[in-house]
Structure formats: C-alpha cells, structure tokens
C-alpha cells in the first residue's frame, strides 16, 4: 500500500505530532525523516511483490518503526511480515499495537491475530477474534465465512483435544541430528534403526538457494545404535542433486529409498542400495509421476502396494492419497484413489504404510483437527478402510504437523515440527506412547534433566507400548555362508502356507546379509531362503491374529549344494500320527521339485524323523511313511525314481532333547540330503 510512504505524516494524531515535533525542534532529524520515507518505499516494493520477498521487506521496515514504532499501518505490514519469516509472538506484539493505535488499520487484522491466537492455542481468544471478524462488514471476511466456520471448529476441536492429552513424550531428538537450520521428513526402517532425513544446513556440493534465501534441501541418513542416534551422513551426489532433494519414503527393509525432486512439476523417485552404495535415482513411470505434484510415497510390507501423494486432475481434493499395484510383469499399473473416507475435499500429505500391513498414517487438513495438517491413521480390514482417527493432543497441535513415521513395534514415532526451545527451525522430534495402564511418570525435575540429556533414553519410558499397532512379527538378521560364515545375497520368498500363495519376495544385502521381513498377524508364514549354489533354507511362522508385538533375531546358514549337505524341510506338515501330506505342504514340495529341475543331476535322499513319544517301531514305520509321502509327490511332479531315496529313521537321530514341547517339535521334521550332485 502506497499510504506507507506518508504514515509518519498522517496515519494518526501520534505521528502527525512526531513529524511536527521532529522538524520544528530537531532540524537535524529532517535527514532521519527522509530514510525512513526511502526504507518504507523500499519496503513496499518489495512486500507488494509477493511473501518470498517479507523478510527483506521487514529489514526496511523495522529500520522505519526505529524511527517512529507509533504508526499502525507500519505495525501491521511488520506484523505480516513477522508471521510469514515465523516470528509469530513478534508478529502478535505488532497486530496488538497496530490494533491499539488504529482498530479500523487493515479488514483482515482481526484475522491475523486470530490466527496467532489458534497457532498458540489460545484457543477462547482465537475463537472470540474469528468471531469478531465474521460478524464484521469486510468483504473479504465474507468471502472466508466457510473458512472462519472450520477454523472455529478447530480452535472448538482443540479445547477438547487438549483437555483429554494422549499419553506420551515428545523429544527433541538432538544436536546430532538437529542444527539451526531445518531438518524434517524423517523416515524409519521397520526396526527404527535407520532414519533418513531432509535438511538445509549449508552444503559445499549445493550453490543454489531458494526464493525465500534457504539453502538447497539434501538427504541425510544417521544410524541408531543402542539409545542414541550417530551424526548424520550425506550418501553422496549419486543420491543429492544439484537441485533440492527431499526424502519421500524408505522400505521397510531399508533397501530402497525414494526421493522427491522438484523436477516436472514434482517427482518421486527411486533409489537402492546395492551393498554398500545407493543406485543412481530412476524416475517412477506415468502412473506415479505425471506433469502434476507428486510427493510422499510409501510401500506396503510385502512391496506390492505403492502410496504417493498427487495433487493432479479428477482427485477428491487439491492433494489425494493414491496407490498403485504391479502388474504380471512387475510394473506399477495405473493409480487409483483411496476412497472419500480418507480423502477430503481438502489436503492429503505425507502416506506412511506400516509395517502391520494394515495400518495407515496421514496428514490431513480436510479431517477434524486442531488446526493446519493434524495427523491421523486409519485401517485396512474386511476390504473398508476405518473412519480416520486423530492421534490426538500434543501429538497434533495448531500448527502443521506432517511427516510423521512410526517403528513396527509401534513404540516410537518421528516427525518434524517448528516448536518452542527447538535447535533450529523446523527440528525432528520423537514421540513415545505411554501404556495407560500404569501410572505416569512424575515430571521432576531429574526426570526432564534426564530427558534433554538423552532423549532416547529407555530408562525413562519403561512403561512404554505400541500405538494399537503392533500385531506383528518382525523378522530380522543376517544371511551366512554355513561354513565360511561371509554374508550372502539372498532371495527371500515369503509364503501364506494355508492358501500355497507366495506373498512377497524380499532380498539380503550383498554386503552385510542383513535382512528384515514383516510379519503382519493373522498367517501362517513359511518363509524360503535361496542362493545360487546353495540349498534353499526354510522357515516356518505361525503369527495368530491375536499375536502381540515381537521382534525375531536369526542368523540364518546356508549349506553350499554339495555331497552330504542337508536341510529341514520346515513347511512339510503332515497329519496328526499319519503320513498324509497336508495341503500347506504344497508350496515347499514345490520349491524342491524347482530345485531337482534346475540341478539335473541331482540326487537326493528324503529322510523322516519323530520324537520318542510313543514306540521305536511305530515311529520308525511312520517316519519311513512320511518319507515316502515326499518321494511319492516328487516323482508324480516328474522327478525320476532314479535320483530319489527315502528313509525312515524314527527317533534314532534327535536334534534336540526330548524334554519339551518345542524340542520334541523340532525332532519331528523331514529331511533332505545330497548324495550326488
């Protein structure tokens, strides 16, 4: 507004009397005068040229209120300014006074202080100065009546969340991940052992800078060891452009990383780490990346499910939440929108996928909340997704809270938020959910001491669960070379053994052998290891729909394909007593007959074992039987009766001791050997 260039003149009594003061007393002021004219022209220019160019704008014009902090006009536009740099309890100070010195300053002030008052949570005076503003005869506050409406339902909201808190703390994760610039979208392997991370602390590969002065964004990733997150490492310009990257998601297995770059509109893309090195970046294919705005991504557990944030045509808001499947061929197919239960007419932000497999974390603007992106999370179950829920207050707040991750145990969640005794700018925080059924922990003073010294600190949070997600197995170690002990690449193949449907496949790093698979609740699982010139290894879990939270450790060793070596056929299940081959068996029958394919020279002896509970006779005549049952499969898929033996050896060869349920269970087992290769 042009007026600003006379407001020390005539915007009202006070500083009409300061001018007159000023050049009929102190003539030498006249010179002061003048640049405080010359700072609001330049001020003016450039806060008329749009929000990027306010904290420019706001050095003239505090260089002017220097000169005369009694002008309304002036106090606003510092106002303004001050809210959009996010300096918001200046900004307040500022619209107070302007509104002391002139209520009738600008239409919209009383919706500028009402919005402070809402991002502070003040939430009675937020909603009285709402209020205020829609009864009032300004034209633009009768273009925003919807607006004010929904805004009251936050603030109403608010009260209500804030008056009954979720249990849990919020931390401030630290000076090793944290710095005074801006860190956000965290996101977390399966295990919460791995974070990766965006920020935009000053980088020697990055020269650009953004139209609001910021740095370029980079990915970063820091490792968690123990109680403590390591300090951060940049992977390198094979993962960070030239241009700004953001981290869009992580697998849970932490092998692939999807990025987001500000190319096109806005991609995602994909990048994995092929032993110890990231791939270059690929693009995703037309179904996920359009000439729209694409942006956060997630995959399901089994890796069959993508979810990515689009703001493109024929949506049910302006940003929607979609997925995409594979096709026969292994490709993302065409994307299809998750129906008007999740998505609103408003914004959808930042898709987290949790490793249960069922369970869906969002930000949203459409849903109820306090204000801004609140975070929510809905279900999959019976083929409907759940009605959102909030995950409620100090979680939420009225500010924007997004990016919000969470560890398969459900114990802790990552997120970024611009609060108060915050290191930087936006910092990444932890949250930890409390049980309800044990008391809470008393807020002495040794206990926050305790807190910000270390802020992951297990001793503090014994009482610790999960956030109603945790039915799931996770399943996580290393893959061996059973005599040399070197790690091995290997495919996992996992298996529903009741429906013989193979559910995903995964893969160990080439040079770690680590591997992590979840196990969502309510299957059976079987569970194949397989490596070139290797004998497969397998697994069997049986994960009931009432299992709670586990984490599994397992080494597993793979036996090179040679004269001698054998294996437990662990997915081979017979009748209770009997011989018969139960359908559950199909899958690993199966397995084996492909390996008798790709080995034609293979031959095999298939060997039954029992417990010692009942007679030697009966065992052994029933172990032999079992035996058979396999070599009998085997040949009727095809494999000659030459390359095949079986035996029944009952329990004359124990692999444990009989003396429990669980070892009289892994002596009862089917066997196969290597006799010639």
Not at 71 to 78: E, G, Q, V
């Amino acid at each position: 507004m042009t007026v600003l260039c006379a407001l020390i003149a005539s915007a009202n009594p006070a500083a009409a009397q300061n001018r007159e003061f000023n050049e009929t007393y102190f003539p030498d002021q006249k010179k002061t005068l003048s640049e405080a004219r010359s700072n609001i022209k330049s001020g003016d220019k450039l806060f008329e040229q749009g929000e990027w160019n306010y904290a420019e704008a706001l050095h003239y014009y505090e260089l002017a209120n220097a000169f005369n902090p009694n002008n309304a006009a002036l106090n606003y536009k510092i106002g303004r300014c001050l809210y959009t740099v996010n300096q918001k309890e200046r900004a307040l100070a500022h619209f107070r006074k302007a509104m002391e010195l002139n209520p009738n300053v600008e239409e919209d002030i009383l919706w500028w202080m009402a919005q402070l008052y809402h991002e502070n949570e003040e939430m009675e005076k937020a909603i009285q100065m709402y209020k205020a503003y829609r009864t009032s005869s300004s034209k633009i506050a009768i273009a925003r009546w919807s607006e004010i409406d929904k805004r009251i339902a936050q603030c109403e909201k608010g009260i209500t969340m804030m008056t009954n808190p979720e249990r849990v703390f919020i931390t401030n994760i630290g000076s090793a991940i944290n710095t005074e610039y801006h860190e956000y979208s965290p996101v977390i392997n399966a295990d919460g052992s791995v974070m990766f991370f965006t920020s935009t602390r000053p980088d020697a590969t990055k020269t650009k800078k953004s139209k609001d002065g910021e740095n370029f964004e980079n990915i970063y990733y820091a490792t968690r060891t123990g109680d403590r997150w390591g300090y951060p490492v940049n992977p390198g310009t094979i993962v960070n452009s030239e241009d700004n990257n953001a981290s869009a998601g992580l697998s849970h297995d932490g092998q692939t990383l999807f990025i987001f770059q500000s190319t096109n509109g806005g991609d995602i893309f994909e990048c994995r780490l092929i032993g110890s090195f990231w791939s270059k970046p690929t693009a995703f294919n037309k179904y996920i990346n359009t000439r729209y705005h694409e942006s956060k991504v997630s995959l399901s557990p089994d890796g069959r499910r993508l979810y990515f944030v689009s703001d493109r045509p024929g949506g049910i808001g302006k940003q929607d939440i979609y997925y995409s499947e594979p096709d026969e061929k292994g490709r993302w197919s065409e994307a299809h929108l998750l129906p008007a239960v999740v998505n609103t007419p408003d914004d959808e932000e930042a898709v987290f996928a949790h490793p249960d497999g069922k369970t869906l974390f969002f930000s949203s603007k459409g849903h109820p909340g306090m204000g801004g992106y609140d975070i929510f999370k809905t279900t999959f179950e019976n083929g409907q997704w759940s009605t959102p829920e909030n995950l409620g207050y100090p979680i939420n707040t009225a500010g924007n809270d997004v990016f919000f991750s969470v560890s398969a145990s459900g114990r802790h969640g990552y997120y970024s938020s611009e609060r108060k005794g915050g290191i930087g700018k936006q910092d990444i925080y932890m949250i930890t959910f409390l049980g309800e059924e044990k008391p809470m922990i008393n807020n002495s003073e040794d206990n926050l001491l305790a807190w910000r010294i270390n802020p992951i600190a297990e001793t503090v949070i014994e009482q610790a669960i999960a956030l109603n997600t945790s039915s799931m197995t996770l399943l996580k170690g290393r893959i061996i070379d059973k005599a040399t002990s070197e790690p091995l690449e290997a495919i996992i193949a996992l298996t529903d053994v009741e429906k013989n449907e193979e559910l995903a496949l995964f893969k160990s790093n080439s040079v770690t052998g680590r591997y992590m698979v979840s196990l969502p609740s309510g299957k059976n699982y079987g569970i194949t290891v397989m490596a070139e010139k290797y004998l497969f290894h397998s697994e069997n879990f049986n994960v009931p729909e009432t299992a709670g939270y586990q984490e599994i450790e397992q080494e597993i060793r793979l036996e090179k394909l040679e004269v001698g070596s054998k294996i437990v056929l662990r997915n081979i299940f017979f009748d209770f007593g009997k011989a018969t081959l139960r359908p559950e068996s199909k899958s690993e029958l199966n397995r084996l007959v492909q390996l008798m394919n790709e080995t034609p020279s293979l031959v095999i002896e298939i060997s039954g074992h029992t417990d010692n509970i009942g007679s030697a006779q009966f065992n052994k005549t029933l172990s032999e039987n079992r035996a058979k049952s396999v070599v009998d499969y085997l040949k009727k898929e095809g494999i000659a009766d030459s390359r095949l033996s079986y035996k029944g050896y009952g329990m004359d060869q124990p692999i444990a001791p009989n003396d429990t349920d669980e070892n009289r269970q892994m002596n009862r087992r089917t066997e196969f050997k290597v006799i010639n290769n």
